[in-house]
């Protein structure tokens, strides 16, 4: 039975009993049952690793969304922190107003990830099509597009090993987490 122009699956999950997706599912709880027999600790394991090739196999598909893989707090030098999400509007706003054409990062797509404290003027911004590329700005809190490329001047730009080590060299190690 095919569903009325009224019903219209509004995603990709949402189809008809026959779909890929419920197969899959089927599939897999077939696969359960049939496992039921064995130790539990070893029904989990392949459990977990069917689901796991499962929902993979559905993604190459293009059956369900990809995930939108959060990203990773790592340990932060002394001094930065991460931003809740006012914080994280209130700099990405500044950045955006101050960022003039010709700048390093006119037009590449980044993400707050971290500011200093007490000085929100240098905030460290991950790019969104090199994961493990970072770029500290110093921003300026003019509130208008500065007139110089050079301006919000870029304090480091690298991979996050290397915006820690270039912190450890300019303000010395940072001390162990209490």
Request: with cysteine; charged share 20%.
């Amino acid at each position: 039975m095919r569903p009325s122009p009224e019903s219209k699956p509004s995603t990709p999950l949402q189809r008809t009993p026959t779909s890929s997706v419920c197969k899959a599912h089927r599939c897999v709880h077939a696969y359960v049952v049939k496992l039921v027999d064995h130790n539990i600790v070893d029904l989990l394991g392949r459990f977990v690793f069917h689901q796991t090739v499962s929902q993979a196999l559905l993604r190459a598909f293009s059956l369900i969304p990809m995930p939108t893989a959060p990203l990773s707090r790592p340990a932060l030098p002394h001094g930065w922190y991460y931003p809740d999400t006012e914080d994280t509007q209130m700099l990405l706003n500044e950045f955006q107003r101050e960022l003039p054409p010709g700048h390093l990062l006119d037009g590449v797509p980044v993400d707050v990830f971290a500011w200093r404290e007490g000085a929100t003027d240098d905030v460290l911004f991950r790019h969104r099509s090199q994961s493990d590329r970072f770029t500290v700005i110093h921003l300026s809190w003019l509130g208008r597009t500065e007139i110089n490329a050079q301006h919000p001047t870029v304090e480091f730009d690298g991979t996050f090993a290397d915006f820690l080590a270039n912190e450890e060299h300019l303000y010395g190690p940072t001390p162990p987490a209490q």
